[in-house]
């Protein structure tokens, strides 16, 4: 399959009621002087829109906008939102986030690589002045985080990948072929999307689209440079869960409501939360791209025990799961909480080695919005990073 590209990159970003971050995103991206960029923004929102009114202001050909009266589930927004990308690679991030000029560089490095799809280690990170944890409040809010990074990369086969995946019971896209916040070529989503029908399943797209394209490659390049820039706020998912609240009920959960006829199966516990959303992404995805003989090795055990040491409030439901799976069985399940309870331990125990809010990482300073988070990123590694780039 040949695919006509008009960019280098196209950075694709949903978003939905939430301006304050998604202005400040599409101006971090708009800042990088580059015409081998494109920014695609699909707008769900129903606020007093905000981004909308800002973008009529804008006057970049690069910035493609599109707004969508109907209210979508994260997926489906997704979903339209890549429909768009014209650039020979594509990259997936969130409405707080934003993605290093490094990406630029990283793209003319996998082309002449026929490299179909990179991931970054996560080694930078912002948290918006808004963001707020249980156990340190406010202590870090506006701060741009970064490890130390090495420039290496290393290939990576993909069905372990998956596999280590499935040992952990779905949980996180960590070691897997990433679009959100990675870079893939657009000629392989198209061909997982003319296979499939679409990329995106589920109710997690950044797990739904690691799994499926973990099924669609045989390998992926790992690289140790931050090419991206993961944000976290007060009013995303990441901000629920660091204040334990990102759970609820399938059907009233202001993240569940707007999926139409979701399928969810008995053997994954009937409530929302991280757990139940990787995995059901996850489940749903491999059912969908007809590899249901990988759920066999699917750690559901580990699913359950997480969710009972986790959300305590719901075991029922996870008992009543864990009786529907004659494969995961309740005792295996309670006989995996130890291992959980070690591992949570263990956590701490490494927390404890640094106990600042920056757990060891360089704090390059407080910003007020991604987009000046990105600038002081990108001065910071650009040349370095170029430079391994170059030496490879």
Known sequence: M????????????????????????????????????????????????RLRTWVATVNDSRLLYRHCAERLSMT?????????????????????????????????????RTVDCITPQVKAAYSWPDFRTNLLGAAHAGRLYLEAFTGKSRWVDSSQALEGLLLRAGQGTDGLPKLYHGLVRRELIQRVVLANGRLFWGTSPDMSAAVALALATEKFLLLDIPFTLPGASGGSNTGRSALKSHKGDLRTDEHMRPFKNLRWPEHIPHFFSVETV??????????????????????WPRLYALALFNHREYRKAIMQAAQAN?????????????????????????????????????????????????????????????AHLNGK
């Open 326 to 386: 004659s494969g995961g069985g309740v005792m295996r399940s309670i006989a995996s909480l130890p291992l959980i309870s070690w591992e949570w331990l263990w956590g701490k125990l490494q927390r404890l080695a640094h106990p600042s809010a920056s757990n060891g990482r360089e704090v390059l300073g407080v910003f007020s919005g991604v987009d000046e988070a990105r600038c002081c990123l990108d001065a910071r590694i650009g040349a370095v990073a170029r």
């Open 2 to 49: 040949s695919v006509l590209a008009d960019y280098l990159v196209s950075v694709v970003v949903p978003t939905h009621n939430r301006s304050i971050y998604a202005i400040s995103c599409v101006k971090s991206l708009l800042a990088i002087e580059s015409d081998r960029l494109q920014v695609i923004v699909h707008d769900t929102s129903t606020d007093d829109c």
């Open 76 to 112: 489906d927004n997704h979903e339209r939102a890549l429909e768009y990308a014209r650039g020979e690679y594509v990259c997936l991030i969130g409405d707080d986030d934003s993605v290093s000029s490094l990406i630029l560089d990283v793209a003319e490095y996998a082309r002449g």
């Open 278 to 299: 990787w995995s059901h992404a996850a489940w749903e995805t491999l059912v969908a791209c007809g590899r249901e003989d990988l759920l066999d090795r699917f750690n």
